[in-house]
Structures are given as structure tokens and as C-alpha cells.
């Protein structure tokens, strides 16, 4: 068609459009008359037009938040976290070939190992954090303990090492073959090779989580499965940005849809965040879908945290109800319902693994049965360590909104966006309690109307402001906390006298806020929450220096 | 915070009719998005997206005098960040093409980046062809799903920068968008006389 016939189209269309849906048919039928193509397009573009927001959301969502990877400068542009570009040189033994990729966790290289032959990858710290004593310690701790497990299903990690200049890198081993991912976009797995490759990757975790070590960013694109059809677990927790920054914790990395409720709360995790993680890949594995979906970012963390997920039979036929449930179980909101409270997978490894892991076989055939036997026992054996545990009550959520601190005086003005925002982070990891809004902005547009209005405008059950005053740059800071519930009534919850806190204890001050608002609002706080809670940092520069980079995060929304 | 070309002068000039002033502030918009996209990328606080929204509005705020422009101003050159925002994706979307092309075997990832770019780098592109080819049809409908997509515009400041009522906005922004459901996804509508497909 030609551009005038389309803008014509276009025309009628609107005004088709802007109709009721039951008047559309007759006035399509006089407008186009005897030109039918003009009413097949019209009939086509109200068919789209219906759809329009299923079709396009995703679509726009990824070109109006696109993803770090499309945008990644490469090459010539410079690479993002590393100065100098390693291709070509020498590392320990290594020859460098190639240049893979770089992001939060470190910089990676394809490289050859001369005196065995093989292809390796090594890993490298980002170097702006390399020569940063305290985080390169964790990089070598986490790395050593990784490298220690030696899990079949864990990508094997062959050296630790430092380069020339003192640098930290990881050789570890290069895998061809095709990543969960990439299987799963061909659409829903075999329900005999969703469960083999789900209980491989248990297995790999169990052995992980036996050492204390959570892999915090399991999804498929992180599960690559060889030739052998052996599932390897890669990026294992290791220098993870959000170690090794003072970030807030409400800071998110990578991609929201395999994150359990708690991180996207931003909180601590613990080993059954990858059980949650695991199971929205088992669950993709079985269906082809992923079982919290959204048009964009928050949509799909809202559904995280608040929606049941549909039974997986629902998307295909002939699930064994077991699977089922063991599926629906490791998607429990409540991290204690995805497991055994005092358990890890540990408990299931020494009652499946014995059986499950089949010594080496040479045969092929062997190998395959081998497998089979280990998916049904490590099935079964998992069944059995998660299903009989109790359900836990749903604790209740109570919803807060935190209001920027009013400061008092010159002085507080520089500090009372990082306090807030810190105040805000720090309830946000307590049990029960829900901080609405993802970020300031959406809380900080409020700024200024009464305390009903914001909890009406956010469906808040409480706002809590409060009053900061300093009376000098590194004078003492005092603090009187506000709060008020939905209503608007002021709650009397401070009785005591203002919070009264010095530079140097500072990281302590948000934590009391925190506490006794959580007190008076009886909700319980969960001791791994409370563990967060009195120990942010414990260095105060750091501390100061992350308040500041708080307050620009702040001005910047 | 940004002093050296007075950008909200030449801004002012450009509006004013001055094609020579315009033809400096462009690039300088382009430069600042693409140096403000590649800070929210690498920076120690990145998500690992980017939201164009924010950058467009914050590539205004810090290239232009609040004080200095009206409402008027602000939504067009929201408009004109709009479009350099998209050429800015654009380029790094051909170059992470180009890049993905160049070796083969990097199939396995260890990160998500190249497996995101996947998606993000074509849709881009694809985007940006339709509203190319959307153009041709009708060029305030294209630059309105330019405006809305890159820049976030709100109804209003798209009615503004096209000189056009609300009520345009919103009739001519739903058929756009029919328009380009309609191009990416030929399939959608139903059995279709392929060769008509916009």
C-alpha cells in the first residue's frame, strides 16, 4: 500500500476505533463500502489493536528499559570495567585468546592453559575493586571455597591465582554446550529431562549450600548443560557486586524474574533463595512459562511477592501431581516453607546422593541409566526432605511508607536523604513489614502533603517521618521519628527521648528506628532479619561514604 | 553544572528559528545521552538497564537552564532527546550486532549481558526500522511512538512539542501503536494478505 492509502487507513481506523465495540461492524461496513481491502485492514489493525498491549508490552519495555547487554560497549568503544584489554598477554601460565564479556561480576576472558592443552576461562575482579585488600579477600575466600567443593555439577574451577600485579583471577572450566536458557526457549522440556537437569542443579546446590556458600542468581542462562547432558552450575557467588559495594540492599542486579520474594525486598538471602530460583527454572523447564510475568520490572517483582503461582499441570498435560506440589512447594513466599527449617539440602544429599550419583561408567547406555536412576531417587529423596515439613503460618504484612526526614537546620540537610533512605532499606529486611515504593521518587513526589493523603495515595497502613537535627558538620545527630497510620492519627510510639546518635555510631541509629517501630507495630522479627538489622556496616567512613552516595542516588531520582 | 557552550542559549537561539544553533545542540544532546547511557551501564550502582525515561530527563536538566526555558521549551526538546536517545541505542545496538557476529562459539554465557542483548539489540533495531518505515506514512504518528518510547513523554508534553490537542495525541497514538503491533507482529491479525502488511 502506498503512504496516502495508509494514512486513509489510519484515518478510518481512528475513527472506527473510537466507537463502541458493538458499533464498529456497522459503521466499518458504510464507512469502507465496496473497498475491501480497506475494511480488511481496518478488521486487521482492531484485531492488533485489542491485543496491542499483550503484543508490544514486552516489546516496550525492552527498547525503553533495554538491557545492559544490548548497550554494552564493545571493542573499539572501550571496555566498560577493565582499563586494559588482556587479549593476546600472558596471565600466570595463560595465553589470552579472547575477551568474553564484562558486567557486575568480574571480567571474563577465553583463554589457553599451554601446559595441559585445554581451553579455560579465567575470571577476573573488576580492577577498580582489585586493589581493594577487604574485597579482594572475599573474591579469594569465596573462590577457594568454590573451588574446594569440586561438585560434578558445579563448574570446576582449576585455579586460584593472582596475576603479576597482583591482581585476582579464577581459571575455571569452559563448557560447550547449550545453556538451560537456550532449551527452554525451544519450548517446554521432556518432563524426564526438566526433572534430570532441575535434580542436577539441586545436587550442585546441595553441595554448595552444605559449604555455606549461596549462589544468590540462579536462572537458566546460568545452567549450561554439556554434551553428556551433565548440568554444570555457573557464576557461583563469586564477587558479586552486591558484596563487594556498600550498596543499598534494595539494589538489584540482573535480570527479576528468578528472584526470590526476599531479594526483591532486597533482603539478606539465604541458601533458599536458590530454592525459590530453582523452582521458577523447574517450573519454566515444565511449561515454557515463567510463573510470575509482568510488563516490566516491578510489574513481575509484584507478582513475585504477591501472586500464586498457577499450578504448573494447568500449561501441560500429564504432570505427576508430586512434581507438582514439589514445584508449588520451592515457590513458597515464606522461605521456611520451601524447606526443612533446621535443613539444607544437605539432609536430601545423604539420603539421595549415595544412590543417585552413579559412579563413573565408561558405557554410554550405563551412563544414561545411571542418570535415570539418579533423577528418580533424587527426585523421590527430595520429595521426601521437602513435603513433610509443616506449613507456616503467612505472616501478616503490614505496609509502611517512609516520607523524607524533615531535617532541622543547615546542618541535618546534607544527611537526612541518606538516613531516610538507609531507615527505608533497613525496614524493608524486617519480617512482615512491606516498604512501598521501589524507589523515593514514587514516595518522594508526595513530599509535603498530610500524612492521610500519602497513605491514602500509596495504600499505606503507616507513614513514618521523622524530625533530624545537627548542630554541627560532625556533631551529634538527634532524631524524632513520626509516625501515623492510615488514617492520619498520630501513633505515640516515641515516648523516650529523641534517638541521640554521634558521627561515629552512626550505623547503629537507623537499626533502633527500625526496631521500635517494628516493636510497636507488632510484627514479629525474624531473627535472620534482626541479624541484618544490627550489623550494617560497622565502619564508619564506609558508613558515611555510602550515606552520601545515598544522597546522590536521592537527587539523581 | 554544565557551563562551557551555552547550551540553554544556543537552546533559545534554535528555537527561535536559528538552524545554525540547532545544528550545534544536536550533537551536544547526543554526546551527553551517550556519556550519561554508558555511566548507567558501567557504574558500580547500574541495574544493567537503562531507562531511557530517566536519562532523557536528566540529560535535560543538565543541559538546559531550568530557569531559562518554559514548558513549551522542555517538551521540545524532550522531543529532540527523544530522537538522539534513540540514535544512541540504535548505534550500540548495531555494534553489540556486529560484535555478536564476530564470534560464534560464544553461546555459553557466563553472564547475562550478550544473552540480554540479544532481545534488547534487536527489538531496538526492529523498532527503529518501523518507525522509520512509519514515517513515510505519516511522520507526527512516528515521532509520537519515538517520544513516548525513548523520551517517556507524557500525553501532554507530545501535544506540546507536535502542536497538536491531546485529543490528537491519544487518537493518532492508538492507531500508531495498531500501526507498529501490526508490523512486528505480521502473524497477530489473523490471515492477512501478506504483501499489504505495513
Known amino acids: 500500500m502506498t503512504p496516502e492509502r495508509w494514512r486513509e487507513v489510519l484515518g478510518v481506523f481512528e475513527e472506527v476505533v473510537a466507537l463502541e465495540p458493538e458499533d464498529r461492524a456497522v459503521c ?63 596471565v600466570s601460565r595463560y595465553r589470552v585468546l579472547e575477551r568474553l564479556g564484562a558486567g557486575g561480576m568480574g571480567v571474563l576472558y577465553l583463554a589457553e592453559d599451554p601446559d595441559l ?22 573474591f579469594l575466600r569465596e573462590a577457594r571455597a568454590l573451588a574446594s567443593l569440586d561438585h560434578p555439577n558445579i563448574c570446576t574451577i582449576y585455579e586460584v591465582g593472582e596475576t603479576e600485579r597482583g591482581r585476582p583471577f579464577i581459571a575455571m572450566a569452559f563448557y560447550e554446550g547449550e545453556t538451560v536458557r537456550e532449551k527452554i526457549e525451544r519450548g517446554p522440556l521432556a518432563e524426564h529431562e526438566a526433572l534430570d537437569l532441575a535434580a542436577q542443579a539441586a545436587r550442585g546446590l546441595a553441595a554448595a549450600h552444605a559449604s555455606g556458600i549461596v549462589h544468590r542468581d540462579i536462572k537458566p542462562a546460568n545452567l549450561v548443560v554439556t554434551e553428556d547432558g551433565v548440568l554444570k552450575i555457573l557464576d557461583f557467588g563469586l564477587a558479586r557486586a552486591d558484596d563487594l559495594t556498600l550498596t543499598s540492599p534494595g539494589l538489584r542486579l540482573g535480570t527479576v524474574a528468578y528472584m526470590s520474594p526476599e531479594q526483591t525486598r532486597g533482603n539478606e538471602v539465604d541458601y533458599r533463595a536458590d530454592l525459590w530460583s530453582l523452582g521458577v527454572v523447574f517450573y519454566e523447564m515444565l511449561t515454557g512459562r515463567r510463573p510470575f510475568r509482568g510488563g516490566n520490572d516491578s510489574a513481575v517483582i509484584d507478582a513475585i511477592r504477591r501472586e500464586e503461582p498457577r499450578p ?71 520429595l521426601r526432605w521437602l513435603l513433610p515439613v509443616a506449613d507456616p503460618a503467612d505472616a501478616s504484612h503490614a505496609t509502611i511508607a517512609v516520607i523524607e526526614f524533615r531535617p532541622v537546620g543547615e546542618e541535618a540537610s546534607a544527611i537526612v536523604a541518606g538516613i531516610t533512605m538507609t531507615t527505608r532499606d533497613r525496614l524493608a529486611i524486617i519480617d512482615g513489614i512491606e516498604v512501598l515504593g521501589s524507589t523515593m521518587s514514587a514516595v518522594d513526589r508526595l513530599r509535603g502533603l498530610p500524612a492521610p493523603a500519602i497513605a491514602h495515595e500509596l495504600g499505606a497502613d503507616y507513614v513514618l517521618t521523622a524530625a533530624v537535627e545537627r548542630q554541627s558538620p560532625e556533631g551529634a545527630v538527634e532524631v524524632r521519628p513520626e509516625l501515623y497510620g492510615a488514617n492520619g492519627t498520630r501513633i505515640r510510639f516515641w515516648d523516650r527521648d529523641p534517638i541521640l546518635v554521634d558521627a561515629q555510631q552512626l550505623p547503629t541509629l537507623e537499626s533502633s528506628i527500625a526496631e521500635d517501630i517494628a516493636r510497636v507495630i507488632d510484627l514479629t522479627i525474624g531473627q535472620a532479619a534482626r541479624a541484618n538489622l544490627t550489623q550494617p556496616s560497622n565502619n564508619p567512613a564506609a558508613y558515611e561514604a555510602y550515606m552520601r552516595g545515598g544522597e546522590a542516588r536521592y537527587r539523581w531520582a | 553544572m554544565e557551563t562551557d557552550p551555552d547550551i540553554s542559549g544556543l537552546w533559545l537561539k534554535a528555537r527561535s528559528g536559528d538552524p545554525g544553533a540547532l545544528d550545534q545542540v544536536v550533537p551536544l544532546v547526543y554526546e551527553e545521552l551517550r556519556i550519561l547511557a554508558h555511566a548507567r551501564l ?96 505519516s511522520p507526527r504518528r512516528s515521532q509520537l511512538l519515538e517520544q513516548r518510547y525513548f523520551g517517556g513523554l507524557k500525553l501532554e508534553e507530545c501535544a506540546e512539542a507536535l502542536d497538536i490537542s491531546l485529543a490528537t495525541v491519544k487518537r493518532e497514538l492508538r492507531s500508531a501503536r495498531a500501526w507498529l503491533a501490526r508490523a512486528i507482529f505480521p502473524e497477530a491479525a489473523g490471515p492477512s494478505d501478506v504483501e499489504s502488511a505495513p
Do not use: C
Open chain 2, 42 to 137: 558501567t557504574g558500580e550502582r547500574s541495574d544493567h538497564t537503562l531507562n531511557t525515561t530517566a536519562l532523557v530527563h536528566e540529560a535535560y536538566l543538565r543541559l538546559l537552564d531550568v530557569h531559562e526555558v518554559d514548558f513549551r521549551d522542555r517538551a521540545h526538546f524532550l522531543a529532540l532527546a527523544s530522537r538522539m536517545m534513540r540514535r544512541v541505542l540504535v548505534d550500540y545496538a548495531r555494534r553489540s550486532g556486529a560484535a555478536k557476529r564476530g564470534g560464534g562459539w560464544v553461546k555459553v554465557q557466563f553472564q547475562d549481558e550478550r544473552l540480554l542483548a540479544g532481545p534488547s539489540a534487536l527489538a531496538i533495531e526492529e523498532l527503529d526500522r518501523a518507525l522509520t518505515r512509519l514515517e513515510e506514512v
Open chain 1, 28 to 90: 466499518l461496513a458504510v464507512v469502507s463500502g465496496s473497498d475491501p481491502e480497506l475494511h480488511a485492514e481496518i478488521e486487521a489493525l482492531l484485531a492488533v489493536d485489542r491485543e496491542a498491549d499483550r503484543l508490544l508490552g514486552p516489546f516496550e519495555k525492552l527498547v525503553s528499559h533495554p538491557g545492559l547487554g544490548a548497550l554494552t560497549p564493545q571493542g573499539s568503544d572501550g571496555a566498560p570495567w577493565d582499563e586494559e584489554d588482556l587479549t593476546g598477554q600472558r
Open chain 1, 117 to 138: 592443552s585445554r581451553t579455560v576461562v579465567l575470571k577476573f575482579l573488576p580492577s577498580r575493586w582489585a586493589h581493594q585488600p577487604a574485597v579482594k579477600e572475599r
Open chain 1, 312 to 382: 504448573p499441570g494447568e500449561f501441560r498435560d500429564s504432570l505427576s501431581e508430586e512434581i507438582e506440589d514439589l514445584v508449588l512447594r520451592l515457590l513458597r513466599k515464606d522461605p521456611g516453607g520451601r524447606a526443612a527449617e533446621s535443613g539444607t539440602l544437605e539432609n536430601y544429599l545423604e539420603r539421595g546422593e549415595a544412590v543417585a550419583v552413579s559412579p563413573p561408567v565408561r558405557s554410554r547406555r550405563w551412563q544414561q541409566i545411571g542418570l535415570i536412576l539418579a533423577v528418580l531417587v533424587g527426585t523421590v529423596a527430595l
